[in-house]
């Protein structure tokens, strides 16, 4: 079912409206759809390079918009089904410890997931759940997923065709990279 749902989206890429189903698909993806925007960009960009920026900047729009929706229905279903339920079975105290954890480490959450093949709809929906500052969450969202799709926009505008296997199977690999390599430098710099 996931392959023909990856077809499905593929073929919509030669859509008249494609920006349309692009932004739509980049802001469902955000929440609840399972196959990411780049599947629709990468084919669009490479029949109208001269759109890469255009192409990029509506999915960094509508991938938000979707985290945002996200980031509500974790927010809303928590407070109403998720802690009645964790206080009944004497939990809720450990969630505030987890919710704490979690927003002092949740700009670093949602820029890994917003440029690494980690599900950014997970994040979005945590997010919400644990109230995290939708301030810092917006901006962190605005950051990670620009740099994702803007930098995937650049290499297909520079390199084309040749660098679209590269994109699809290792650009995950190299922004995880990217950002263990980030990781480490702070962690480096703060403790020794």
């Known amino acids: 079912m996931l392959q023909r749902l990856y077809q499905w989206t593929m073929s919509l890429a030669d859509h008249p409206r494609a920006l349309w189903v692009l932004a739509i698909v980049a802001f469902v993806e955000s929440s609840v759809f399972p196959i ?3 599947v ?5 960009i490479l029949a109208r ?3 890469a920026w255009l192409i990029a900047l509506v999915a960094t729009v509508s991938s938000v918009l979707g985290g945002m929706l996200g980031y509500t229905i974790g927010y809303f279903f928590y407070e109403s089904i998720g802690q009645p339920i964790l206080t009944a ?3 809720a105290d450990s969630m505030v410890e987890f919710n704490d954890r979690f927003n ?3 700009f670093w959450a949602v820029l890994i997931a917003g440029v690494t093949p980690f599900p950014y709809k997970v994040i979005t929906i945590m997010s919400g759940w644990t109230a995290m500052p939708l301030t810092t969450f ?4 605005v950051i990670a997923r620009a740099l994702r799709f803007f930098v995937v926009a650049g290499l297909l505008r520079a390199f084309g065709e040749p660098v679209r296997t590269f994109i699809e199977k290792r650009l995950g690999l190299v922004f995880t990279l990217f950002v263990v390599i980030l990781i480490g430098g702070f ?3 703060r403790f020794l």
């Open 138 to 141: 917006v901006v962190t969202s």
């Open 187 to 189: 962690y480096v710099v």
């Open 40 to 44: 629709l960009m990468i084919p669009m």
């Open 104 to 106: 002092g480490v949740g």
């Open 49 to 51: 390079p001269s759109r």
């Open 36 to 38: 990411p925007p780049d």
């Open 89 to 91: 079975l004497g939990k």
